[in-house]
């Protein structure tokens, strides 16, 4: 297994999923030109659109996406691996999916995955979410070969669900993906801490390539587009929210190193959780 390159492209994609194609393919050309040949765009490539009526005036089938069709081109063309780390696809059954999509260098598609976590939260800030209200949940993890990597697929709010990532080391994944599209006030708190958490507990890469700024639909995402190595240490950052291109090297054999360091998946072990309750008088600072 030999290392790589890998870029995180960061993005403030609009209500528009033609003019974000036009964002994601220069960025994705300025990627290939530092020599990356894995390439992940954020959460929500394709358009970041509240409204339900414009979302469904945006949003379209697998094959007559934008997005879709530009990645595929620029995969074949630049000879590339390009994940669109999601974008709104309209199902048979009618209803949206958040979709991941993973181009090979042939241009064909590799695999999809559809977030799972849905992120349905009210902030103390007064911002309110509903994403179950507008996309069906997936229900499969999904890993795959790359450069000689095995990818785990995963999207933003999977981030808090730690058994996702788990579930995909076990299954092999040494490089795992985030692409996001945190809030500001969430990303301040927790983007980097949790992030670097799943690189360390599993051993593995992380490319969390993020959405940043002030977005036409009035929503303000974090940025801060990273690279984490599986010790846990950033080795790329966009330190900002404005579009940008990240590259870091990514090598296998740094995961296995690392896991032979701390085998933690390999000393995982199952077991029960008692529920039995505790009698109140055993309880520390219990009343008598």
Not at 114 to 129: A, C, R, T
Not at 152 to 181: K, T
Not at 259 to 269: A, E, F, H, Q, T
Request: glycine share 8%; charged share 25%.
């Amino acid at each position: 297994m030999g290392a790589f390159k890998a870029a995180a492209i960061q993005m403030r994609s609009g209500t528009s999923p033609e003019g974000n194609a036009v964002d994601l393919e220069r960025l994705v050309r300025e990627a290939a030109g530092h020599g990356a040949t894995y390439i992940q765009s954020p959460e929500m490539t394709g358009a970041l659109v509240r409204d339900s009526q414009a979302r469904a005036a945006a949003f379209t089938s697998e094959d007559k996406d934008i997005i879709v069709s530009t990645a595929r081109k620029l995969a074949k063309e630049l000879g590339v691996f390009l994940h669109i780390g999601s974008t709104a696809i309209l199902r048979a059954d009618g209803k949206l999916a958040n979709r991941a999509l993973l181009f090979g260098p042939d241009g064909a598609t590799i695999a999809t995955y559809d977030k799972i976590h849905m992120f349905d939260v009210d902030l103390d800030n007064g911002e309110s979410w509903r994403e179950s209200a507008a996309y069906e949940p997936g229900t499969e993890a999904v890993v795959t070969d790359i450069n000689g990597a095995r990818l785990g697929f995963a999207v933003c709010y999977d981030l808090r669900f730690p058994q996702l990532f788990r579930a995909e080391a076990l299954a092999g994944a040494d490089l795992l993906s985030v692409p996001a599209a945190f809030t500001r006030q969430t990303g301040e708190a927790h983007w980097h801490v949790l992030l670097r958490a799943r690189a360390i507990e599993n051993g593995a890469y992380v490319v969390a390539a993020a959405q940043g700024g002030l977005h036409e639909d009035g929503r303000e995402t974090y940025g801060h587009s990273l690279i984490i190595d599986p010790w846990g240490r950033i080795v790329a950052e966009a330190a900002h929210d404005k579009p940008a291109v990240i590259v870091a090297e990514i090598d296998p054999a740094q995961s296995a190193a690392a896991r032979k360091k701390i085998p933690n998946l390999k000393n995982s072990r199952d077991f029960a959780v008692n529920t039995t309750p505790v009698e109140a008088q055993s309880l520390r600072g219990a009343a008598s």
